[in-house]
């Protein structure tokens, strides 16, 4: 009803497509999140994924990162170095 008052039928029904298509239109796709370890950047992680994306998380605390992956279902894999 608020979508119908904002934006008329013409919005109302371009809003109802979008939400149809929303969740497949980064499927398959490769995503590279910088700062995925909080904020910002770990909820358009988890976002992605729920979308079908093929995350890359990047960020300095590999503790977040991994608690972020298996809450969010996201393959891991990491390889520790040494500077």
Do not use: C, P, Y
Request: net charge positive.
């Amino acid at each position: 009803m608020f979508t119908k008052a904002l934006f008329g039928l013409a919005g109302q029904r371009f809003l109802s497509l979008h939400r149809e298509t929303d969740m497949s239109r980064f499927k398959d796709k490769v995503v590279v999140i910088t700062g995925a370890g909080s904020g910002i950047g770990a909820a358009t992680a988890k976002r992605l994924a729920t979308e079908g994306a093929n995350v890359v998380l990047v960020g300095r605390r590999q503790d977040k990162l991994e608690a972020l992956a298996i809450g969010s279902r996201i393959r891991a894999a990491h390889r520790r170095r040494r500077w």
